[in-house]
């Protein structure tokens, strides 16, 4: 609100299923970042010490849900931070190939067609049936191949990648294969112990329920020396702190870099955001994302048989691609109408408290774990019935 709005605070929407738009921030980040807000950041530098323990906590729980080290864990805003950090940080050379999913998000799109000013050549994968075939990724990653740039889920359609299979492609090129985990990361299970990606980037304000503003990059050990990324700001360097504890000789210019990717943090970061951040981390943590993972497919499930049942046509057709057969679907499901414009559906549902969105003219439906069986209920007798 601004300081001009007196219309007080809005009811809750009676069935919220925007998650992939933007998670609802968890009471208990809530809670934590209220009493930070009203109890020490009011204090200064005489309070503050009690709230840099979040950063480390949220450290540690990434690394715990990524299975990764601490070590691979940076903290940064955004999505699209992480992803710049890997465009604008490798040592490109013209001819170097890129390859691109059409139809993704522009944050892991416009970064890679900038480096054509670098002789950097993009190929991109069609997308088909809203998604994307594996035939189609091979045929794009070819000898030349530096990286492979994809969304582990596609924002739109919610069509997931099978990211073990895209690893395997970039290895038998030598490529890199940086992913965009903002639709995944916080709903489905993702093993960076097993699945070799090298670098990856997620805000936490959707499905990870923590204030926006706060993401993760991840950046495999064997990769950080690959990217020449300079740091920020003080914090980018070993011992940084010394230069603030009054010891004579602390301020000093030589001090190394960091050796771990904690180095592309740069300086003084978001504390509030980072206590919310951390609390929401703690409860996934707490429930575990296998479990998060199988009531969100189920809730997915009644979605997309309610919404066929009544005429509408899925973004993703249900079945499974390539020899792994891992499932391309997700948390989004996403549709559209043969009679009805997909903006005209999402102002009718708002009307009668139903909040989704329309990325690229579908109806996007995002529920998480804390979606109740009601609110499906609401949702699906919400809709018309639609004519063949």
């Given amino acids: 609100m601004t300081t001009r709005d007196t219309t007080g605070p809005t009811p809750p929407p009676r069935a919220y299923l925007d998650h992939a738009g933007l998670g609802r921030l968890r009471p208990p980040a809530v809670a934590a970042m209220r009493t930070a807000l009203e109890q020490v950041l009011p204090h200064g530098s005489a309070e503050v010490g009690r709230v840099f323990g979040a950063r480390t906590a949220a450290r540690r729980s990434f690394a715990r849900l990524l299975d990764c080290t601490p070590e691979e864990i940076a903290l940064v805003p955004n999505t699209s931070t992480g992803i710049h950090l890997v465009a604008d940080g490798l040592d490109w050379r013209p001819g170097d190939r890129v390859v691109l999913f059409d139809r993704d998000f522009p944050a892991n799109v416009r970064p890679w067609l900038r480096l054509r000013e ?48 895209i690893c395997e492609l970039a290895a038998e090129v030598g490529a890199l294969v940086c992913v965009d985990a903002v639709q995944s990361l916080g709903v489905l299970p993702l093993s960076l112990a097993r699945t070799p990606v090298d670098f990856l980037a997620a805000g936490a304000h959707k499905w990870l329920g923590g204030p926006p503003g706060t993401g993760v990059f991840f950046c495999r050990a064997s990769r950080l020396a690959a990217l020449r990324t300079v740091p920020s700001g003080w914090f980018g360097y070993e011992e940084a702190a010394e230069a603030t504890r009054g010891q004579p000789g602390g301020l000093r210019y030589d001090r190394p870099e960091r050796a771990t990717a904690a180095r592309v943090e740069g300086g003084m970061y978001d504390l509030l955001g980072m206590v919310g951040l951390a609390e929401a981390l703690a409860e996934l943590e707490a429930i575990g994302i296998d479990a998060v993972a199988e009531r969100v497919l189920a809730l997915a499930g009644r979605l997309r048989a309610g919404l066929a049942e009544r005429g509408y046509r899925l973004a993703v057709p249900d079945h499974r691609d390539g020899p792994s057969g891992a499932s391309n679907l997700s948390g989004i499901i996403s549709f559209s109408s043969p009679e009805i414009a997909g903006a005209r559906i999402a102002e009718k549902l708002a009307g009668v408290g139903i909040q989704v969105s329309v990325p690229d003219g579908l109806v996007r439906v995002a529920p998480h774990f804390w979606t109740t069986d009601e609110e499906i209920s609401i949702f699906l007798s919400s809709l018309c019935v639609q004519r063949s």
Wanted: glycine share 10%; proline share 4%; hydrophobic share 45%.
């Fill in 118 to 165: 670098r002789g950097v050549e993009v190929d991109w994968v069609p997308m088909r049936e809203g998604g994307y075939r594996m035939a189609d990724v091979a045929a794009a990653v070819r000898p030349g191949t530096r990286l492979i740039a994809v969304s582990h889920v596609n924002f739109a359609t919610g069509f997931r990648c099978d990211l073990d299979r």
